[in-house]
Nanobody, 124 residues
Framework: QVQLVESGGGLVQAGGSLRLSCAAS????????MGWFRQASGKEREFVAA????????YYARSVKGRFTISRDNAKNTVHLQMNSLKPEDTADYYC?????????????????WGQGTQVTVSS
């Protein structure tokens, strides 16, 4: 069982930066691939970024590649999403997710665990 709690969302102007954090409970955090998804108002939830258990491999949606960076600290049971050069279209609720593999996150969008989400609003 893994419980995920996101933080770091807020209001930022276009071009600005935010850093989202996800704190995970449980001793088996390092066994999970971790990721971020987002859901804008009236739209379906979409994949944003993922990182494998070791932190050695990362994956990004085309819309955020080069602007967002995912990282993890297995010693602290945390995963982060550094978001730079934010755009109004990045406005959404952002969700942390844990899956058995990066395939669960990147390909099938079927992680085993979800956080409650944190809101990000980018003003123009």
């Amino acid at each position: 069982q893994v419980q995920l709690v996101e933080s770091g969302g807020g209001l930022v102007q276009a071009g600005g930066s935010l850093r989202l954090s996800c704190a995970a409970s449980g001793r088996t955090f390092s066994r999970y691939a971790m990721g971020w998804f987002r859901q804008a108002s009236g739209k379906e939830r979409e994949f944003v970024a993922a990182i494998d258990w070791s932190g050695g491999s990362t994956y990004y949606a085309r819309s955020v590649k080069g602007r967002f960076t995912i990282s993890r600290d297995n010693a602290k049971n945390t995963v982060h999403l550094q978001m730079n050069s934010l755009k109004p279209e990045d406005t959404a609720d952002y969700y942390c997710a844990a899956g058995g593999s990066t395939t669960d996150l990147v390909v099938t969008s079927t992680p085993g665990y979800w956080g409650q989400g944190t809101q990000v609003t980018v003003s123009s």
